[in-house]
Nanobody, 123 residues
């Protein structure tokens, strides 16, 4: 069956680094868009980054600090987070959908979601 599983969340001091991973399995589609979203307490879920056949894309708030990449030819992606700030604190979700032509920056662009992993950045 379809599975989307995140890992790698935890506690880190401001200025530190953390690496998240997302493994997607059970999909019949050959090309997938895999993205990261985050949701802080009291806020809506927001786009962070995504990767597909058309390359990578980032929100302005993380561009230059975060890097999304694919693990070989498997449906596994890594989000390397550097220079973390307290405002990065949130539950981070991995999202998956069949690859298309859009920017895929909205929550409605994705059909499958992981359970989320907590990232906490202390000051």
């Amino acid at each position: 069956q379809v599975q989307v599983v995140e890992s790698g969340g935890g506690l880190v001091q401001a200025g530190g680094s953390l690496r998240l991973s997302c493994a997607a399995s059970g999909f019949t589609f050959k090309l997938l868009t895999m993205g990261w979203f985050r949701q802080a307490p009291g806020k809506e879920r927001e786009f962070v980054a995504r990767i597909n056949w058309n390359g990578e894309d980032y929100s302005d708030s993380v561009k230059g600090r975060f890097t999304i990449s694919r693990d070989g030819d498997q449906n596994t992606v890594t989000l390397q987070m550097n220079s973390l700030k307290p405002e990065d604190t949130a539950v981070y979700y991995c999202a998956v959908d069949r690859a298309g032509w859009g920017e895929a920056r909205g929550i409605w662009d994705y059909e499958w979601w992981g359970q989320g992993t907590q990232v906490t950045v202390s000051s």
